[in-house]
Nanobody, 124 residues
Framework: QVQLVESGGGLVQAGGSLRLSCAASGRSISSYSMGWFRQAPGKEREFVGSIRGYPVYILYADSVKGRFTISRDSAKTTVYLQMNSLKAEDTAVYYC?????????????????WGQGTQVTVSS
């Protein structure tokens, strides 16, 4: 089974940038939708974006569009979430996830494999 290991979280000033990585082990992730989600205290897990398919298809939540970018390495073993112009409301635990391809893959229950999560805190 694929395991997902996240890294890159931390504390950042508002307006700053942070890059999260999600490394997959066990097998290629090329056949999965790879999603990024976040969960703030007291809130449900929220879709951030996803990358899947060939040619690659990327979706972003409206709340992060234009500020965040998702990418995948050429070996298809790691996905990234580049976060720019961070705001205090971006503070959350960020998770990467892998799921079987569906129509859109924007819901948490459409993903079966999850990373451990990494805390992103944006100070203001």
């Amino acid at each position: 089974q694929v395991q997902l290991v996240e890294s890159g979280g931390g504390l950042v000033q508002a307006g700053g940038s942070l890059r999260l990585s999600c490394a997959a082990s066990g097998r290629s992730i090329s056949s999965y939708s790879m999603g990024w989600f976040r969960q703030a205290p007291g809130k449900e897990r929220e879709f951030v974006g996803s990358i899947r398919g060939y040619p690659v298809y990327i979706l972003y939540a409206d709340s992060v569009k234009g500020r965040f970018t998702i990418s995948r390495d050429s070996a298809k073993t790691t996905v990234y979430l580049q976060m720019n112009s961070l705001k205090a409301e971006d503070t959350a635990v960020y998770y990467c996830a892998a799921g079987v391809l569906r129509s859109r893959n924007i819901l948490p229950d459409e993903y079966d494999l999850w990373g451990q999560g990494t805390q992103v805190t944006v100070s203001s």
